[in-house]
């Protein structure tokens, strides 16, 4: 049962950094979740102050990926539209491979922006902000989910 566990929570874990890019897995819960399960192994037992730090950084990391992109929209002149461009954008460029995954967010609210009826040059300029915007919330749960990664693998090594 033991060996179960080890294998579902770092199934947790490497979902969890691959749901930080897609935005149809919850990440950074589910790289939690690992941990979670893996201290419930006889093998590793985290101390509680860790879990709850991590915990903490889960939820802070869920409620900045609802206000990071939106920032970066409106901080570059961008609208609602934009903000949904990104993620739509995103969603589209998974089925190009890496560079749709990339080009995608950007794609998208340069699109949605013009669609709301934005000139050209505003729409670039949202999309930029809309794109940093995505890339670093996109960065802040890649690394959150690879520290917990590191983690886990440091507890079982």
């Given at each position: 049962?033991?060996?179960?566990l080890i294998i579902v929570a770092f199934v947790?874990?490497?979902?969890?950094?691959?749901?930080?890019?897609?935005?149809?897995?919850?990440?950074?819960?589910?790289?939690?979740?690992?941990?979670?399960?893996?201290?419930?192994?006889?093998?590793?037992?985290?101390?509680?102050?860790?879990?709850?730090?991590?915990?903490?950084?889960?939820?802070l990391t869920q409620v900045a990926d609802y206000?990071?992109?939106?920032?970066?929209?409106?901080?570059?002149?961008?609208?609602?539209?934009?903000?949904?461009?990104?993620?739509?954008?995103?969603?589209?460029?998974?089925?190009?491979?890496?560079?749709?995954?990339?080009?995608?967010?950007?794609?998208?609210?340069?699109?949605?922006?013009?669609?709301?009826?934005?000139?050209?040059?505003?729409?670039?300029?949202?999309?930029?902000?809309?794109?940093?915007?995505?890339?670093?919330?996109?960065?802040?749960?890649?690394?959150?989910?690879?520290?917990?990664?590191?983690?886990?693998?440091?507890?079982?090594?």
């Open positions: 049962m033991n060996t179960f947790c874990l490497v979902v969890g950094l691959i749901g930080s890019v897609l935005p149809a897995l919850p990440g950074v819960p589910l790289s939690f979740v690992g941990l979670l399960i893996l201290h419930w192994t006889e093998n590793v037992e985290f101390s509680s102050t860790f879990l709850w730090i991590w915990a903490g950084i889960t939820v206000f990071i992109p939106a920032w970066g929209t409106k901080r570059f002149g961008g609208s609602r539209y934009g903000v949904w461009g990104t993620t739509l954008g995103l969603i589209v460029g998974l089925f190009f491979g890496p560079w749709g995954i990339v080009l995608g967010p950007f794609v998208g609210a340069l699109v949605a922006e013009l669609i709301a009826g934005k000139q050209s040059g505003e729409a670039v300029r949202a999309a930029v902000g809309s794109f940093v915007g995505f890339l670093l919330d996109t960065l802040l749960k890649v690394v959150c989910c690879s520290m917990m990664l590191y983690y886990a693998i440091e507890a079982v090594a």
